[in-house]
C-alpha cells in the first residue's frame, strides 16, 4: 500500500515537473526527481513523523516548488505545511528536546590501574557513540532537533520509508523500455 501511494504521488510529481519546464538539463532533472521523490514519500506518512514534516518543510521554503507541493499534498496541503513550518513541532512526543543521561558508577574496588582502563575504554565508547549520532542526526531530515530516543525511532521509519522508495523506483527503472 505504502508503495502504490509512493508510485501514484511520485508519478504526479515528475508529471508536474516535466509539464512546467520542457527543456531540463540533467541537474534540474536530477533535483526535481529528488524533489518530488522526497513529497511523495513524505505525504505518504501524512506529516505524522518529524523527517515527513522536515521534508516538507524545506521543499515548500522555495516559491518555484509550491504548486508541486500543493498537488502531491493535495487537499491537507496546507495544514501540513502549517504543522511542518512549526518549529515545536520537531520535539519528540514527550515534549523535550533532549533526555537525561544516565550516570553509571564503577562499583568495583579493583587495582588502580584495571580502573583506568575501564574509565579510558567507557569515555572511547561515549565519544563514538556521540560523534555516530551526530552523523545520524544529520542523515536524518529534522535530526538535529531530536533527542536520542526519538532519533532512533525517526531512524528505522526512515529506513523503511527509504527501502519502499528504493524498491519503487528499481521495479520502476525495469519496467521502463531503454531509449
Known amino acids: 500500500m505504502l508503495r502504490q501511494e509512493f508510485l501514484k504521488k511520485w508519478i504526479m ?10 527543456e531540463m538539463s540533467v541537474l534540474e532533472r536530477k533535483k526535481a526527481i529528488k524533489l ?7 505525504s505518504t506518512r501524512n506529516g505524522s513523523t518529524n523527517w515527513s514534516r522536515a521534508l516538507i518543510a ?3 521554503k522555495e516559491n518555484d516548488n509550491t504548486t508541486l507541493v500543493d498537488q502531491i499534498l493535495g487537499k491537507d496541503s496546507e495544514s501540513m505545511i502549517k504543522k511542518a513550518s512549526n518549529p515545536s ?3 519528540d512526543k514527550r515534549g523535550t528536546t533532549c533526555r537525561g543521561k544516565k550516570m553509571l558508577r564503577n562499583r568495583c574496588c579493583g587495582i588502580r590501574r584495571v580502573k583506568k582502563m575501564a574509565e579510558s575504554a567507557s569515555s572511547i565508547a561515549k565519544k563514538l557513540v556521540k560523534k555516530r549520532t551526530q552523523v545520524l542526526k544529520r542523515l536524518v531530515p529534522g535530526g538535529e532537533s531530536m533527542d536520542e530516543f526519538s532519533l532512533m525511532e525517526e531512524t528505522l521509519d526512515y529506513i523503511l520509508s527509504l527501502r519502499a522508495q528504493v524498491d519503487v523506483m528499481r521495479h520502476f527503472a525495469n519496467a521502463t523500455p531503454p531509449n
Request: charge should be positive.
Open 36 to 42: 518530488s521523490a522526497d513529497l511523495a514519500i513524505a
Open 89 to 91: 513541532a520537531f520535539r
Open 13 to 22: 510529481g515528475l508529471q508536474i515537473c516535466s509539464a512546467s519546464k520542457k
Open 58 to 60: 524545506n521543499a515548500s
